[in-house]
T-cell receptor, first 114, second 112 residues
């Protein structure tokens, strides 16, 4: 059974804190993604990675960075959390190749920045 | 204009009803199309891919109209368990690889 796990389901941080969100997949997928999901806006891509140590900016990378040191792990970093980063964060992975490959999502991390 | 647009709903239908959702996309070069389902407080999961010839999976039928740039999802004989948010997803090939855009979703409530 395929699995994408995220380090926390709920997280509360203070403005200015450094925040790490971890994502691990056990499917040997090449591609991994970080999204945030906000009401009325849908999922917006923050960063993605198509290989170890490779990263590409998505549509809203400002205020975020990522790290992919191992194939199975993709970390999202908020260098200095702000209240407008309060959101649901979803990690996903998929194999490379065909255009119809499915993205598998983790359960999400609901981050609140006070 | 959003790249992928959906009616947010909510659609409130009785059990047994037939309900249809549409989704429009702006990039005429889009190549692959999907419907994902997201239950409340859960992650999105693939419901079905949408092919040019249209496809059916039990009570669910998906169709693609490239000329008008929209995809549709038809649910027949609605069940209470169909209550969820349905996300329209479109992928396009660009210089950086495939770009996938998720719609904001259409909420469906099926009532007894």
């Amino acid at each position: 059974d395929v699995k994408v796990t995220q380090s926390s389901r709920y997280l509360v941080k203070r403005t200015g804190e450094k925040v790490f969100l971890e994502c691990v997949q056990d499917m040997d997928h090449e591609n991994m993604f970080w999204y945030r999901q906000d009401p009325g806006l849908g999922l917006r891509l923050i960063y993605f990675s198509y290989d170890v140590k490779m990263k590409e900016k998505g549509d809203i990378p400002e205020g975020y960075s990522v790290s992919r040191e191992k194939k199975e792990r993709f970390s999202l970093i908020l260098e200095s959390a702000s209240t407008n980063q309060t959101s649901m964060y979803l990690c996903a992975s998929k194999t490379s190749g065909g255009s119809y490959n499915e993205q598998f999502f983790g359960p999400g991390t609901r981050l609140t920045v006070l | 204009r959003k790249e992928v647009e959906q009616d947010p709903g909510p659609f409130n239908v009785p059990e047994g009803a037939t309900v249809a959702f549409n989704c429009t996309y702006s990039n005429s070069a889009s190549q692959s199309f999907f419907w994902y389902r997201q239950d409340c407080r859960k992650e999105p999961k693939l419901l079905m891919s949408v092919y040019s010839s249209g496809n059916e999976d039990g009570r669910f039928t998906a169709q693609l109209n490239r000329a008008s740039q929209y995809i549709s999802l038809l649910i027949r004989d609605s069940k209470l368990s169909d209550s969820a948010t349905y996300l329209c997803v479109v992928s396009s090939l660009n210089t950086g690889g495939f770009k996938t855009i998720f719609g904001a979703g259409t909420r469906l409530f099926v009532k007894a």
